[in-house]
């Protein structure tokens, strides 16, 4: 037996299913999420929710709770922000996801979006882990900084064993020798931890590259790779962002990447 338990195909070997309103991990369509990094304004939030919505994401994203790593950086909005994405969910119909880092902001967070966000500095947060766990709401679960994808699983082997097994898992790179790119984006997990685990995998590419030149082509190679997923930071403005500018598609570039999404999908078997 692998050391993680309710997570591996030992266990369960049908693939499983996680619903966020009108989106489904897992099946057959491949969930596009997109949103700027934080929630930095009212007008900013809702420039790129019907931008992305219009694209054909099914997702919102933005962070409102910061894990920077430099405590002088931009750090959130809080609850303020989490007003913001219910509102631009109303108006376009997009689930919404944001990341949550101990009980008050996720006491907060159950309350305003759809599903939460355990990012890769908490990876290693079991108390934390076990608390997105009884809350049952879905959890986007990074990997962490340097997790192996051993360490990775028993992270959600902590959320399904509290109770709550709508867990996606998002490879988002990880810390190597290598520093050209932000981070090392491990594609080659994508196929294997879907073979060794049930629960859908979907991929940050722009995280794993900090670059938005690097981002379309690796969010066409996650789709061909297989990945129930993307995961993508798209701002109105990237370079007025408060966060990760850099590697923040414009809403602009976001259209032009959804269509070669669309026809990658169709030669493996999926649709975007
Ligand atoms: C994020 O998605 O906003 C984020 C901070 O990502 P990660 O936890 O993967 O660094
Ligand atoms: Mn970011």
Known sequence: ???YRLVSREVKNEKTLVRVKDAVFGGRKVVV???P???ESREQLLAAASRVSQAGAVMLRGGTF???TSPYSFQGL???GLKILAEASLETGLATITEVVDQASLELALEYVDMLQIGARNMHNSSLLCMVGRSGKPVLLKRGLSATVEEWLLAAEYIVAAGNDNVVLCERGIRTFEHVTRNT????IVPLVQELSHLPVIVDPSHATGDRHLVVPMSRAAVAAGADGLILEVHPQPERALCDGFQSLSTDE???LMPGLRAIAATVGRVA
Do not use: H, P, Q
Request: glycine letters at 10%; a negative charge; charged letters at 30%.
């Open 66 to 68: 910061k894990t920077r």
């Open 37 to 39: 990094c934080a929630v």
């Open 254 to 256: 976001f259209d032009c």
């Open 33 to 35: 999420i997109a949103g």
């Open 185 to 188: 984006l491990d594609l080659s």
């Open 78 to 80: 809080g609850e303020e």
């Open 1 to 3: 037996m692998k050391s």
